[in-house]
């Protein structure tokens, strides 16, 4: 995990860094702010819960009214499954994403649309030692059975900046078009526990966050 962080973090301070060196009105901008994620699968039921972000991104002009953000972005995301009993069993998952984003400016350095894919990089999802051997509702899993997911997905990026040059509000909304879920898939002890279905999920993700750009 540590080695494939360092990989992306090199690609895109180079990629970025290249972009400022030669590119009339680049920005590196510092962001953060909070998530709200949700799944969105038939296997279970799911509820959205806040997380976190934060990163960095590397505007650059691209050709009239356009431009091109390279970014990447540390991720704290949560959401929740429910069990038997109806309660609540919050799943927390890290990483890092990277972003390619073409960005049209509405109002020039005030308003942008921005919209791309975005690569996401991620651990085995994290839950609470008292909610481990929890039973998932409509199936026979314990809550700590489908934790080691696919480390590797895809999301398409849809958001809006409002501001000035130096300080932004970001509003911005991602849905992940790949499986997330697909790994436990090669386990069918997993699939049998539940109900002999195949593993489906897509995550999606709401953040809001002030860039601050240098």
């Given at each position: ?118 690569l996401q990089v991620n651990g085995k999802m994290k839950v609470a030692t008292s909610d481990e051997n929890k039973i ?38 991602e849905y992940g078009f790949t499986n997330i879920l697909n790994k436990l898939n090669k386990d069918d002890a997993l ?24």
């Amino acid at each position: 995990m540590k080695k494939k962080i360092s990989l992306l973090l090199l690609l895109i301070s180079s990629i970025g860094f290249a972009q400022y060196g030669y590119r009339d009105g680049n920005r590196i901008g510092i962001s953060a702010g909070v998530s709200q994620t949700t799944l969105f699968t038939d296997n279970f039921t799911a509820n959205p819960e806040l997380g976190f972000a934060g990163g960095l991104s590397v505007r650059g002009n691209y050709y009239n009214n356009w431009s091109m953000i390279y970014g990447m972005q540390f991720f704290s995301n949560n959401f929740s499954l429910e069990s038997n009993f109806d309660q609540k069993i919050k799943y927390n998952l890290q990483g890092v994403k990277v972003r390619l984003l073409l960005s049209y400016n509405v109002v020039e350095d005030h308003v942008s649309l921005d919209f791309g894919p975005v690569l996401q990089v991620n651990g085995k999802m994290k839950v609470a030692t008292s909610d481990e051997n929890k039973i998932l509702k409509g199936t026979l899993l314990q809550a700590d059975q489908i934790a080691d997911i696919s480390t590797v997905s895809g999301n398409f990026y849809l958001g809006v900046s409002a501001g000035s040059r130096t300080i932004r509000a970001v509003l911005f909304y991602e849905y992940g078009f790949t499986n997330i879920l697909n790994k436990l898939n090669k386990d069918d002890a997993l699939k049998l526990l539940n109900n002999g279905d195949k593993f489906k999920g897509n995550l999606g993700c709401i953040n809001g966050q002030v860039i601050i750009n240098l």
